[in-house]
C-alpha cells in the first residue's frame, strides 16, 4: 500500500524555539495532506488541510500563525510550530489521501513533539 | 456536526471474540472506517465499508453496520495478544479526499 512517512517522529525542544515536522507521501502524489492533533488518550483532532500550491484550510480554533503549513510539493507538507510552548506538547500525525474511490487515508507514523 | 462515540475500554481474554462499537449521528454518511493505533504510532487502516452494505469479513475481522440505528460494529475474532491497540471508527459523506470525523478510541485490552 501506500506510504506516508513523518520526520522527525520525536523531538524535544526549548520554548520558545520553532520546530518543523515533515510528512512525505513515498510513493505517490498527494495534492491534499492532512494535519491532526492527538492528545494523551484522547482521538486524533484534524488541525488542518495542506493544499499543494495554495493555502491552508485551517479548522476552527487552529492559529495559523501558530500552526504554520506549506505543501510546496505533491510529495511534501511540512508544519511549523512557532514559538512553541508546553501547551502545544503532543502527537502531530499526518495523513494523505489516495485518489481511488474509498478515500482512503494513508497515515504517517506520527511525531511526538515535547516542549520544555 | 457530526459527532462519533465509541466506549472507551474493552478487556477480552486471549482466543475470545472482541466486539468494538461505534455510533455516528451524520445520516449522510457514506464511508465508514476502522483504524488500528498501537502505543506511539499512527494509524494503521484495517478495514472500511460502504453504507450500502450490511457487512464486510475480512479473515478475522467481521464489520457489521445498521444503518437505521446508525451503529457500527468490529468484531476480531480469536482476538491475540498483538491485537492489543487502540481502535478508531471514522466516517466520511464523500469518497475522495475528504476530511474523516474520528471516534473516540476504543483501547483493547487482550489478557492472557
Known amino acids: 500500500g501506500a506510504v506516508v512517512s513523518q520526520h522527525p517522529s520525536w523531538v524535544i525542544c526549548k520554548s520558545g524555539t520553532s520546530v518543523k515536522i515533515e510528512c512525505r507521501s513515498l510513493?505517490?502524489?498527494?495534492?491534499?495532506m492532512f494535519w491532526y492533533r492527538q492528545f494523551p488518550k484522547q482521538s486524533l483532532m484534524l488541525m488542518a488541510t495542506?493544499?499543494?500550491?495554495?493555502?491552508?484550510?485551517?479548522e476552527q480554533g487552529v492559529e495559523k500563525d501558530k500552526f504554520l503549513i506549506n505543501h510546496a510539493s505533491l510529495t511534501l507538507s511540512t508544519l511549523t510550530v512557532t514559538s512553541a510552548h508546553p501547551e502545544d506538547s503532543s502527537f502531530y500525525i499526518c495523513?494523505?489521501?489516495?485518489?481511488?474511490?474509498?478515500?482512503?487515508?494513508?497515515f504517517g507514523e506520527g511525531s511526538r513533539l515535547t516542549v520544555l | 456536526g457530526e459527532d462519533v462515540e465509541q466506549s472507551l475500554f474493552l478487556s477480552v481474554r486471549e482466543g475470545d471474540s472482541s466486539v468494538i462499537n461505534c455510533t455516528y449521528t451524520?445520516?449522510?454518511?457514506?464511508?465508514l472506517y476502522w483504524y488500528k493505533q498501537e502505543p506511539g504510532a499512527g494509524l494503521q487502516l484495517l478495514t472500511y465499508?460502504?453504507?450500502?452494505?450490511d457487512m464486510k469479513q475480512d479473515q478475522r475481522l467481521t464489520v457489521l453496520l445498521n444503518k437505521k440505528d446508525k451503529h457500527l460494529s468490529l468484531r476480531i475474532a480469536d482476538t491475540q495478544t498483538g491485537d492489543s491497540a487502540i481502535y478508531f471508527c471514522?466516517?466520511?459523506?464523500?469518497?475522495?479526499?475528504?476530511?474523516?470525523?474520528f471516534g473516540t478510541g476504543t483501547r483493547l485490552q487482550v489478557t492472557l
Open positions: 495523513s494523505a489521501p489516495d485518489r481511488g474511490l474509498t478515500g482512503e487515508l494513508f
Open positions: 510513493d505517490f502524489q498527494a495534492t491534499t
Open positions: 495542506s493544499n499543494e500550491g495554495s493555502k491552508a484550510t485551517y
Open positions: 451524520d445520516s449522510s454518511s457514506t464511508y
Open positions: 465499508i460502504f453504507s450500502n452494505m
Open positions: 471514522a466516517e466520511t459523506y464523500t469518497g475522495t479526499a475528504s476530511k474523516l470525523t
